[in-house]
T-cell receptor, first 111, second 116 residues
Framework: LAKTTQPISMDSYEGQEVNITCSHN???????ITWYQQFPSQGPRFIIQ???TKVTNEVASLFIPADRKSSTLSLPRVSLSDTAVYYC????????????FGKGTKLSVIP | ETGVTQTPRHLVMGMTNKKSLKCEQH?????MYWYKQSAKKPLELMFV???????ENNSVPSRFSPECPNSSHLFLHLHTLQPEDSALYLC???????????????FGAGSRLTVL
């Protein structure tokens, strides 16, 4: 299974930039790194995906170093509505489909 | 209607009941999934369908029976469940089960199941 490690929880004040780092030491050459956001009692929502270097969209930025063994999700100027659980994961094909969600990082944004 | 729609949103059933969860996607995707999310546990992948064919059964007990009549609809038939099966059941779809699109799932809002 594709195993990732990320902090269990983080707190941030409104307006600050939040960086959540995830380690994925066993990532394979063809795997893409993906981040999801989940609010209570809702399904996860895709945020951003990347393969290497930096990817930016209207929601977040994703930084991936050259060795790809970690990635950092950056949320600029968070608001209270960004309070959610954030999951880092990657597709581990290897002949059998498994998109494995870990425990995620619970981000609490404080006024 | 767009996205992934799940019904019912809430379901309470006894251990001897038979019920079904329904999922419908209007995204033109070819792959559909069932995930289970119990309290304070990670999401668990249950079943994967690609072009209506089941490609993954993640050691799910036979009291959960999936059905995928076409690429837009997915059902989860439930019978003789246990109280520990109470959870949020999430349906998702993606363009495919291979390549970059396999990572990009669109989830429904889930069906909250309570087994008494």
């Amino acid at each position: 299974l594709a195993k990732t490690t990320q902090p269990i929880s983080m707190d941030s004040y409104e307006g600050q930039e939040v960086n959540i780092t995830c380690s994925h030491n066993n990532i394979a050459t063809n795997d893409y790194i993906t981040w999801y956001q989940q609010f209570p009692s809702q399904g996860p929502r895709f945020i951003i995906q990347g393969y290497k270097t930096k990817v930016t969209n209207e929601v977040a930025s994703l930084f991936i170093p050259a060795d790809r063994k970690s990635s950092t999700l950056s949320l600029p100027r968070v608001s209270l509505s960004d309070t959610a659980v954030y999951y880092c994961l990657y597709f581990s094909g290897a002949g059998s489909y498994q998109l494995t969600f870990g425990k995620g990082t619970k981000l609490s944004v404080i006024p | 209607e767009t996205g992934v729609t799940q019904t019912p949103r809430h379901l309470v059933m006894g251990m001897t009941n038979k019920k079904s969860l329904k999922c419908e996607q209007h995204l033109g995707h070819n792959a559909m999934y069932w995930y289970k999310q119990s309290a304070k546990k990670p999401l668990e992948l249950m079943f994967v369908y690609n072009f209506k064919e089941q490609t993954e059964n993640n050691s799910v007990p036979s009291r959960f029976s999936p059905e995928c009549p076409n690429s837009s609809h997915l059902f989860l038939h439930l019978h003789t469940l246990q109280p520990e099966d109470s959870a949020l059941y999430l349906c998702a779809s993606s363009p495919s089960t291979g390549g970059p699109g396999a990572n990009v799932l669109t989830f429904g809002a889930g069906s909250r199941l309570t087994v008494l």
